[in-house]
């Protein structure tokens, strides 16, 4: 998961653009070579007049040899390309899984329904999830468009009967809603699917 796509993200940074997979800085810092079929010998034949003359690099994935005829300098030049965009997939990966991300992923879509499920948690374990839920409506739903909470039970609570326009007062709002349920409620071994129905009944609803 991942708050833009991969592709978005690739392009935003210009690791595509920069040409940083093995073939394509073989293809700039060489050439490959090459082989071909003699008919009076009857099988492919590889030139040999590189022999000696350049480091060679063969590929593990299909075994092609490459001539390496760059020089010090570009290598180096690669090297620290490679570094930064290592550098930058680091960054990417501690930011998500950290936070509300850590436990929720990324949320891409623009309208969403959370569906509460507390089970039988204990109340220790019950605060520990309504402090991960607060997380994410602080940092993350507040960055989408329409989103509503509905918590399983025998007698479905619903925050909002529609999603609702995220703002900093309907966040704000749905966190106090959260910090007011009630430890225990009545619940049945049908409530999780009925508040999963109720959730999708939305035609808004993306996810």
Known sequence: QSLVSSS???????????????SQILSQIGFQ???DYVTTLGKPVASR??????????????GSVYNLTAKKELILHFVDCLMGAIELYK????WLTSESRQ??????????????????????EFDLCRDALSMVLVEQV?????????RAAQDLM????????????????????????????AVSHTSSAEALLEAMGDEAVSS
């Open 8 to 22: 978005k993200w690739l392009r935003r940074y210009g690791l595509k653009r920069n040409k940083l997979s093995l």
């Open 33 to 35: 070579h090459r082989e």
């Open 49 to 62: 007049y590189a022999d000696g003359l350049f480091p060679q690099y063969k590929r593990a994935q299909d």
């Open 91 to 94: 960054q990417r990966m501690e």
């Open 103 to 124: 436990i929720f992923g990324v949320i891409q879509e623009q309208c969403i329904v959370i569906v509460l499920d507390f089970g039988t948690a204990a109340p220790t």
């Open 142 to 150: 507040i960055q989408i468009s329409r989103f509503n909470l509905i």
């Open 158 to 185: 619903k925050w909002q009967q529609k999603c609702t326009p995220v703002s900093e007062h309907s966040v704000k709002s749905a966190v106090t809603w959260l910090w007011k349920l009630d430890h225990m409620t």
